[in-house]
Every structure is written in C-alpha cells, then in structure tokens.
C-alpha cells in the first residue's frame, strides 16, 4: 500500500516562505494527479492546489493564487509546494493526496481518508 510523507512545515512569521515536500512510497506519483489539502483548527479540510497527471496543468485556491507554486519531481518520486508570502490565514496542517482535480470552483480529491498522511504543521504568526 502506498503512503506519503510530508515534511517541511514549520514556524514562520508573516510575509516568510515554506517549502513544503511529498515523498511518495510504494507508488509512483507521475501516473497520478496529485496536489495539497490543509486544515485549520476548527475548520474542514480544503484543497489549495493540484497538478494534472494529463497535462501538467496546475490549479489554486483562490487564496493562495499568485503566492503558491506546485511542483513535482518525478525522479524523485516527491512534490513540492512553494509558499511565499505567508498569512496567518495559512496556518494549518498540509497533506498531499493523489486524484484531485478543479471541479471548476475548488479543488477536491476522491482519495479515501484512509490514505491520507499524517500532514505537516505550517504555523504562521508574529
């Protein structure tokens, strides 16, 4: 059964950058679309990017438009997430997850909670 690794969360104050990293075991991630959920304390899960298998075609939230940059490697077996211009409002616990797609407003995964990661914290703060 395959399994992600996330890492490279962390403390940062606001304006800084993380990157953040997925390291895929058991599978190889470029025959997937593959992207980035968070959650907040309090908050349901969201999806902040995907990157097509198909096309390459890369997806944002709204939010995170023009701050984020997705990205993979698949030499590497990894993906990464690029994120510049942190807010407080980003703060959550990041996790990859294959088959997400934009279903025209958001981006959403049909990946079973079971293969979720355990995540990685990103906490932005003064």
């Known amino acids: 059964q395959g399994r992600f690794v996330e890492s490279g969360g962390g403390l940062v104050q606001p304006g800084g950058s993380l990157r953040l990293s997925c390291a895929a075991s058991?599978?190889?991630?470029?025959?997937?679309?593959i992207g980035w959920f968070r959650q907040a304390p309090g908050k349901e899960r969201e999806g902040v990017s995907c990157?097509?298998?198909?096309?390459?075609?890369?997806y944002y939230r709204d939010s995170v438009q023009g701050r984020f940059t997705i990205s993979r490697d698949n030499a590497k077996n990894t993906m990464y997430l690029q994120m510049n211009s942190l807010k407080p409002e980003d703060t959550g616990v990041y996790y990859c997850?294959?088959?997400?797609?934009?279903?025209?407003?958001?981006?959403?995964?049909?990946?079973?909670?079971?293969?979720w990661g355990r995540g990685t914290q990103v906490t932005v703060s003064s």
């Open positions: 990157i097509s298998s198909s096309d390459g075609r890369t």
């Open positions: 058991g599978f190889t991630l470029n025959y997937y679309s």
């Open positions: 997850v294959t088959d997400c797609f934009f279903d025209g407003v958001v981006v959403v995964t049909t990946l079973p909670d079971d293969y």
